[in-house]
């Protein structure tokens, strides 16, 4: 027994595909065989059966309807596949033999395009890693919308994991190949691979060479060398995105036309923020349910198109770092937060704009319809608008854009010329080019139109020769035109009605002038949906031609949208325009943080000022009462400084502010448990992170360090960690630091620069209210038990828990006076008095030192009698 000539060939093409479910074209459906069946029946949840294909044994078997198929190929992509399509790539009607067939694209999770799978608001980035023991180049691409970016990282003894995961983070691939140097790390992989939730695969090892990587950028650019193009002396970066763009060829299978410029960047150009940071801070998504609800990017997107949508969403992911930049955006912000008015013309204008980045991706790939064009058409009349917006705002100037509108008028005139106002969905069905647009359209329209005449004249003959009133003449796609009579006039049918179909109430017929009359109709049909397709692909391909340009103009238009999302999200919520100082400052008054203040009710947020500087309060000492707001008020600070390095205004009264070179974050468990990491290792490592890469420059969010272990080692780690960071030779980075050791707040008096600020709460019988202020100086208490009862523990608990807390306090008390009499004491100072003094609290030692000052031979009793009273009124506030 020998294969069928049909799955020899299927044999054939499959082995150059053997990692992707092969969709193999068959008439009007993609058939899957064997394993491939076997997985997609699985996953797709549909019927599998079996093929004769020449052996003992059937072939399982699966298939899907061409016409859906994009839904199939989505949900198998999003389950990890990958997806080669095998289309006939010849007509069968002229196939000599069994018709041609070859794989036209593979899709894969990084090379989707359908707009029904891909967010709008959102890039899918496929990502290519090259890397070796002293660096990596990252290239990444949206196949969606043509950018292509690139950069890279080398450090002869340095670390090269943590920045390459903080570029993973921003760029968040669903799909990601790299070299073998990678690939075989497993751990490093299987790490990307959790960490980031995306595809990770190996691709051709010989790709990864420098000449060939130049070679096919110069290709794909179209350029003769590399020089103009940021590239010289990014070795990385070459490898990388020649290798990428190989990817491409081999998967995509035709010229990427519109992926034409390779952005290279330094990550020196932006503040850089770790993936810990953008989760902590909830920048795109939240934390708990990964929704854009809830974030930063959901306060901040008032924009109109899917364009701006995705720029504003990268700059939130890319804070800069450029004064001068920041500054530009900033006043063009203010200049809309001063015009309403003009705000709002904004939007009503780009609201009529498409997402023609995505369309020229799909002009690229021929995948656009008629409707599309008409989009573009409609998009690209108002480009003139915007345009005169454009220098009204200074933008060609401050953000040095503009926008290129010559020779578009064009373009809209061909589309206004030549496509039907609404045109159907699909291209193959004709109904697309207007009659006016090309003369034999027109003639072959006419004749269908006659014949529709001619077949109305036809029915009216017919009633009147067989006196069937009834009659009528129809058309369905199986039998063609024919003529109806019902059941109870069949009896009057003449001799030359030839029956064709009977029905349970009517039988249809057809006579041979029909035939005539049908044959002219449908020739001119076919003829004509033929011709309108040729036309259209003429069109698509003379705009595809355009393609550079109109992706420059989209890049332009989603600036405009993202500042003036900006701009209205200012003026809604009464934000300020920041000041940007450069003497290390970070002065807010009444800040709020964005995304609390919004879910609260109007006017519950309470304000509250700030002030970091890098000198007395370096380090902010942060206590107070569970669920007080000390990691409200933390990232609230956090996220006024990068909103103001994005160009956004913030929620403050006043605020000035220095820009930051990083921020980090440690705040609450990581998701990394999954990893067989405890949750106390992680906080490790990541403090560990923060203390290896902060600069003097950064701004550093710590919450509760510590409190994954036990009460002392936890407390200890947590004074180092203040030690270390606050100490102007080793860190010296502005930071916030909250706790519930009270005991951290002793460090105010000891380290320069260390500041104890607590949020206020207010006792009232057994319950506390909630203050939510900040005011200088350290808490005393937790207030853990009451937050519980509030939370709705029992009141058995509860009460429990108030015994054992006096029990533990009590015991606390003698174990310290044990402790304190064992601790070794730190050697700062050889004066015996003052290492006795580290045996009181801090306020004790305050009225030491001041009862030390007093010359007592020399005091009146009246004047004795008053110190007491006041020392004794101090040392009841204690
Ligand atoms: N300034 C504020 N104004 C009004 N409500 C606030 C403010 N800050 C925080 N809140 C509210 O208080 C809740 C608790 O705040 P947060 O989580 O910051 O407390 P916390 O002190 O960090 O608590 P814990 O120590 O238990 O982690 C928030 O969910 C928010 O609704």
Redesign the pocket.
């Known amino acids: 027994m020998s294969l069928t000539p049909m799955m020899k060939q299927y044999f054939e093409i499959k082995e150059n595909h053997r990692d992707s479910i092969l969709f193999f074209r068959l008439g009007d459906f993609y058939e899957m065989f064997f394993d491939d069946a076997i997985i997609a029946s699985r996953e797709l949840e549909i019927a599998l059966t079996g093929r004769d294909c020449g052996l003992k044994d059937k072939a399982p078997m699966c298939g899907v309807p061409y016409h859906s198929a994009d839904s199939y190929i989505a949900k198998l992509i999003e389950k990890g596949y990958k997806v080669a399509i095998c289309e006939q790539i010849e007509d069968p009607a002229k196939a000599v033999g069994i018709v041609k067939r070859d794989v036209v694209r593979v899709v894969t999770p990084g090379t989707i395009i359908d707009s029904n799978v891909l967010d709008d608001k959102k890039n899918n980035y496929l990502c290519c890693i090259y890397m070796n023991e002293k660096g990596f180049g990252i290239a990444y691409t949206d196949v969606s919308t043509g950018d292509f970016f690139t950069t890279e990282k080398s450090d002869e003894n340095g670390d090269i994991i943590s920045p390459l995961f903080d570029e993973l983070g921003k760029i968040l691939p669903t799909e990601i190949i790299c070299n073998t140097h990678l690939y075989e790390n497993t751990s490093l992989t299987m790490k990307i691979k959790q960490r980031f939730n995306c595809m990770i695969n190996e691709f051709h090892q010989w790709v990864f060479d420098f000449d060939f990587s130049k070679e096919s950028i110069k290709r794909q650019l179209s350029v003769v060398n590399l020089n103009g193009l940021g590239l010289e002396d990014k070795d990385y970066s070459v490898v990388a995105s020649g290798a990428l763009i190989e990817y491409l060829r081999e998967t995509q299978k035709i010229s990427l036309n519109h992926i034409n410029k390779i952005t290279q960047y330094s990550s020196k150009n932006f503040m850089t923020l770790d993936i810990n940071t953008r989760r902590n801070l909830e920048l795109t998504e939240t934390i708990r349910g990964n929704v854009k609800k809830g974030s930063l990017l959901w306060v901040l997107d008032k924009t109109s198109t899917a364009m701006g949508g995705r720029l504003l969403k990268k700059w939130i992911e890319e804070p800069l770092l450029s004064r001068k930049d920041i500054e530009n955006r900033l006043s063009i912000v203010e200049y809309l937060t001063q015009n309403i008015m003009l705000i709002n013309d904004i939007r009503l204008l780009l609201k009529e704009v498409y997402d023609i980045e995505r369309l020229m991706s799909k002009i690229i790939f021929g995948t656009c319809n008629a409707r599309d064009l008409i989009s573009l058409k409609n998009s690209i009349k108002t480009f003139p608008q915007i345009k005169e917006l454009l220098s009204s705002l200074d933008c060609e100037e401050l953000l040095n854009i503009s926008l290129n509108i010559d020779g578009l008028e064009d373009i809209y005139m061909l589309i206004q010329n030549s496509i039907l106002d609404e045109p159907p969905f699909s291209v193959r069905e004709g109904g697309l080019i207007k009659d006016d647009f090309n003369t034999e359209i027109k003639s072959l329209r006419e004749a269908s139109a006659k014949g529709k005449e001619w077949l109305s004249k036809l029915e009216e003959s017919e009633k009147t020769k067989t006196g069937i009133k009834n009659l009528k003449v129809g058309f369905n796609k199986i039998f063609g035109y024919y003529i109806e009579v019902s059941k109870s006039n069949i009896k009057f049918a003449p001799d030359y009605f030839i029956r064709k179909q009977t029905l349970a109430n009517s039988e249809r017929y057809i006579t041979p002038e029909l035939k005539e009359i049908e044959d002219k109709i449908l020739g001119a049909e076919d003829k004509m949906i033929a011709l309108e397709y040729e036309i259209f692909v003429s069109i698509r391909d003379k705009i595809a031609s355009e393609v550079k340009r109109i992706q420059d103009d989209s890049k332009v238009i989603a600036q405009i949208d993202a500042l003036n999302s900006l701009a209205l999200t200012a003026y809604n919520n009464n934000y300020i325009k920041p000041k940007i100082n450069s003497n290390g400052i970070i002065k807010i008054k009444d800040g709020k943080h964005p995304v609390?203040e919004k879910v609260?009710e109007e006017g519950?947020?309470?304000p509250?000022d700030t002030l970091l500087s890098n000198e007395e309060n370096r380090v902010l000492v942060i206590t107070?009462p569970?669920?007080?707001?000390?990691?409200?008020?933390m990232r609230q600070v956090a996220l006024i400084v990068l909103m103001m390095q994005i160009g956004s205004f913030v929620p403050a009264e006043e605020a000035d502010i220095c820009i930051v070179d990083r921020i980090f974050t440690r705040i609450g468990a990581s998701d990394d448990l999954s990893q067989g990491q405890s949750t106390f290792m992680v906080e490790m490592s990541e403090v560990a992170n923060i203390l290896n890469n902060a600069t003097k420059d950064s701004l550093l969010i710590l919450d509760e360090i510590g409190r994954g272990t036990s009460t002392y080692d936890g407390l200890s780690i947590a004074w180092a960690v203040i030690e270390y960071i606050s100490d102007n030779n080793k860190i010296g980075a502005k930071t916030l630091f909250?706790t519930?050791y009270h005991e951290l707040t002793e460090l105010e008096d000891r380290l320069s620069g260390v500041v104890n600020y607590k949020?206020l709460v207010q006792e009232k019988g057994e319950d506390i209210i909630?203050l939510?202020k900040i005011q200088k100086g350290g808490a005393d208490r937790s207030y853990g038990i009451e937050?519980a009862k509030l939370a709705g523990v029992s009141s058995d608990v509860i009460n429990r828990a108030y015994e054992l807390l006096n029990e533990l306090e009590k015991r606390d008390i003698n174990k310290s006076e044990i402790a304190l009499s064992s601790r070794e004491r730190p050697k700062t100072s050889k004066d015996k008095n003052s290492l006795q003094l580290d045996f009181f609290s801090v306020k004790e030692r305050n009225i030491i030192e001041k009862l030390k000052s007093i010359d007592v031979a020399n005091l009146t009793p009246i004047d004795a009698i008053n110190i007491l009273y006041k020392l004794s009124k101090e040392s009841n506030e204690i």
Request: net charge positive; no cysteine; charged share 10%.
């Open positions: 609390v609260l519950l947020f309470v509250n107070g569970n669920m007080a707001g000390k990691s409200t008020y909250a519930h949020i909630f939510r937050v």
